[in-house]
């Protein structure tokens, strides 16, 4: 499967944004779909994912602000940020695997991978 993440962009903090991560080549159904995203100088992180039957998990800093979605006609996994904080400035990667939802949070198991969007928020 490949992925395109698209989306990002230059917003000031409170507003809303959201990611897509459009697959081609498989079906996002068959996969976990992960928002992993890394700020300068840090390490990449989880933020949310959807998993093929329908869960979704978030990091505790995404949680109540951001709502990862599926919509299985466009095969596109969604992103919606709000209430966004500069914080939350990273380039936002999607990722896809099969393996067992309790190992979603981990990138290493994420087989394929779209190219990252920034998102920058200004205060």
């Known amino acids: 499967v490949q992925l395109q993440a698209s989306g990002g962009g230059l917003v000031q903090a409170g507003v809303s944004l959201t990611l897509s991560c459009a697959a081609s080549?498989?079906?996002?159904?068959?996969?976990?779909i992960g928002w992993f995203r890394q700020a300068p100088g840090t390490e990449r992180e989880f933020v949310a994912a959807?998993?093929?039957?329908?869960?979704?998990k978030y990091t505790d800093s995404a949680k109540g602000r951001f709502t990862i979605s599926r919509d299985n006609a466009k095969n596109t996994v969604y992103l919606q940020m709000n209430s966004l904080k500069p914080e939350d400035t990273a380039v936002y990667y999607c990722?896809?695997?099969?393996?067992?939802?309790?190992?979603?949070?981990?990138?290493?198991?994420?087989?394929?991978w779209g190219q990252g969007t920034q998102v920058t928020v200004s205060s």
């Open positions: 990722a896809a695997t099969t393996v067992v939802w309790g190992r979603a949070t981990e990138e290493n198991y994420y087989n394929y």
């Open positions: 080549g498989g079906s996002v159904r068959r996969y976990t």
């Open positions: 959807f998993g093929w039957s329908g869960n979704t």
